[in-house]
């Protein structure tokens, strides 16, 4: 991409320790080679719990790159299972990474990722594992037969490519390109953003909502026993919950 005088952010979410809190936070090393381009710009982020296998504030940092100038922002996340698509309601494009061998062919079936994917690629189609990643792509056709477009007037395709040798990669960007064209030329890319801009409204009151009740001082007075009373079995959870909701 840079190569094609595009210039590349790329946000790596990190999953952060239930236990600890912390991360790791090693995506900047393990991408040697873009971190030393110059139009490449790598921000890795913690989680910090945050469902949907991406970070708190990912919408606001794809705008901050935009606004620097990045015209590709790629948003890698923790990694997605079926309940971890909140990145969907934030990207224009929506690619899912899978691999061979690890079950996930078997699986994407019932993955709500699968039906929101606007291209999916089976990695690691290399060496012994090509067959397999073979396999799987054929496996993966035959499933999104049965799937409604995630994407109205786009079919969803499945490649293959592998990130060791590179083959297939400008498949994908390539593939990348052919969405954006056939989205702005039917009007969807425009409506995906119109919907995005709403939804991202909705959650930004959602979390103010609940960072006011938490901050309530009636909450606060009687959070703490609430919270006993739950944890004994003295009352139940629902109960508990429309108790603190009526003096918040």
């Not at 239930?18 to 991408?31: E, P, Q």
């Not at 309601?89 to 929101?116: C, H, P």
């Not at 606060?220 to 108790?243: D, I, S």
Request: glycine share 10%; with cysteine.
């Amino acid at each position: 991409m840079i190569g094609r005088g595009h210039r590349l952010a790329v946000l790596a979410i990190d999953p952060s320790s239930s236990v600890s809190g912390g991360s790791i936070l090693a995506d900047k090393i393990r991408m040697e080679k873009l971190s030393r381009l110059p139009g490449a710009f790598i921000r890795p982020s913690p989680s910090g719990g945050s469902l949907g296998g991406v970070a708190r504030k990912t919408r606001e940092a794809i705008l901050v790159c935009e606004a620097a100038g990045y015209d590709v922002v790629i948003v890698e996340t923790v990694g997605v299972g079926q309940n971890e698509i909140a990145v969907r309601s934030m990207v224009d494009f929506f690619l899912v990474l899978m691999i061979a061998g690890a079950g996930d062919e078997m699986q994407g079936i019932k993955k709500g990722v699968i039906e929101l994917a606007d291209t999916i690629v089976i990695n690691k189609a290399d060496g012994d594992n090509r067959t397999r990643a073979q396999a799987a792509q054929a496996e993966m056709k035959r499933v999104l037969r049965y799937l409604h477009a995630a994407t109205p007037g786009w079919s969803t395709p499945a490649l293959m490519a592998s990130a060791l040798t590179g083959d297939g990669v400008v498949d994908v960007w390539t593939t990348t390109e052919d969405y954006f064209t056939t989205a702005k030329a039917s009007g969807e890319l425009i409506r995906r953003r119109q919907v995005q801009a709403v939804e991202w409204m909705h959650s930004l009151i959602g979390e103010s909502l609940r960072t006011r009740f938490y901050s309530s001082p009636e909450v606060k007075a009687r959070l703490a026993n609430v919270e006993h009373a739950v944890a004994t079995g003295k009352l139940p959870a629902l109960a508990a919950a429309m108790e603190l909701l009526g003096v918040a």
